[in-house]
């Protein structure tokens, strides 16, 4: 059974469908990257499936549950689902370790000790323990994102979604953040990757799921999705890629 | 007597008001504070039928002259069976009004705060109520610094009002003082250095609180 799986998911902002029936499903231990041109409704997608945003139609599955119903718990849902998003989105008056023990401390009730230890252990985890009394703005963009994926971490969800990692990024810090997800798929977390780095994708995967005006295009490995495709959108967006590789 | 009355015994005779001056000082800023908290605050959770009521209430307050609310209150009020002690009546006056600017000041700083921050905080699952709590509400007082510092300035400032309704405050020393002394000089001069010595001491214990609070990014100066 698919953790996730999501069907004919539809949704319309004032008339104009951004997504226009997606299906797509993640098992647990995938890396599942969604790649797109932008406006293609990834984001969208990615916030549905949290209920960030309400879909229009359609149903999600999470753990075999239908999640879009008016019944759910959505605040338990979200506790469950690692979100990382492009601006890192740090609580800038918190300290590393404070950003980490937030949610752990208010959303788990954990006491200050057990937060701390808990903390702690993802910041080692990520390598980055060393600057836990720092504030948001004296640590570099890459040391960042390891922030916010210490912090997704340690609520130990289901799976964790990256909202565009590496956009906010230059090329090196990038790699950085390749790496951190190439070091979760190692140890097992399930990840549902939107983005529209061509790079990042290669790094960290062989398949991708292509999404354009609002459906899923295609699924494959990127070396065929590369090699001179036939609809001319995955052309277009692959091909752009192979010549800045 | 006037002859052997130097500068020091001009200050201690003032500093009898000193108390006064700060008792009232913190009164009217802690009613604003309380007042600007509560309508920044209700603004800002979407209790959208009562923006009406807050438009108004930081529209009209912002106009009043201080003096004028403060002998509405102090000496109209009386009138239809409400007696206000003055202290009371500073805070209803001067508190309210300063209330009504702090809310703009708070509002500004709210709309400081990151929206992708709030939106990491949703995503976490944390409720509306957790995420003011939590994240707007810290970052906001942190924004606000500074504009707040000019208010409670301003309320110290305005504080000199409290004579009018017999609170034995600086400015109320001074005034004794002077008709007895006819040495109105040096007695407001002494006057303008104790306020100036409680502002001071103001901007200190902010930038106190300032180093001690704020992320490095989030300092006003």
Known sequence: MPLISVHNLVKEFSGQRVLNGINLEVYEGDLKVVMGPSGCGKSTLLRCLNRLIEPTSGTIHFRGQDITGADVDIRALRQSIGFVFQQFALYRHLSVLDNVTLALLKLRGMSKAEAEEKALHELNRLGIATHRDKYPSQISGGQKQRVALARALAMDPVVIFFDEPTSALDPVMSREVADLINQMRAENVTMLCVTHDLRLARQISDRVVFLDEGVVKAEDTIDHLCNAHSDSKINDFFSSGVRGQ | ?221
Request: with cysteine.
């Open chain 2, 1 to 221: 007597m006037s002859e052997s009355l130097g500068m020091l015994d001009i200050f201690a005779l003032l500093a009898n008001g000193i108390g006064f001056t700060v008792l009232v000082t913190v009164t009217c800023s802690l009613t604003a504070m309380l007042v600007g908290l509560l309508i920044a605050g209700t603004r800002r959770l979407g209790f959208r039928a009562m923006n009406p009521f807050l438009d108004v209430y930081t529209y009209v307050f912002r106009g009043i002259p201080v003096l004028v609310l403060l002998f509405m209150v102090y000496f109209g009020l009386p009138g239809i069976g409400i007696k206000v002690p003055p202290l009371m009546a500073m805070a209803l006056s001067l508190g309210l009004i300063s209330g009504a600017y702090l809310a703009e000041v708070f509002r500004g700083a709210l709309n400081a705060v990151d929206p992708a921050e709030l939106l990491a905080a949703e995503s976490m699952g944390m409720s509306r109520l957790q995420i003011f709590r939590y994240i707007e509400f810290p970052q906001m007082l942190r924004f606000s610094l500074p504009g707040m510092v000019n208010e409670f300035t301003s309320v110290l400032k305005y504080s000199p009002f409290a004579y009018t309704v017999g609170i034995p405050e600086i400015t109320k020393q001074a005034i004794a003082l002077t008709a007895t002394t006819l040495r109105g000089t040096e007695i407001y001069f002494a006057v303008g250095v104790l306020y100036f010595a409680i502002f001071k001491i103001l901007l200190m214990a902010v930038k106190f609180i300032e180093r001690r609070y704020c992320a490095p990014d989030m300092l006003a100066s």
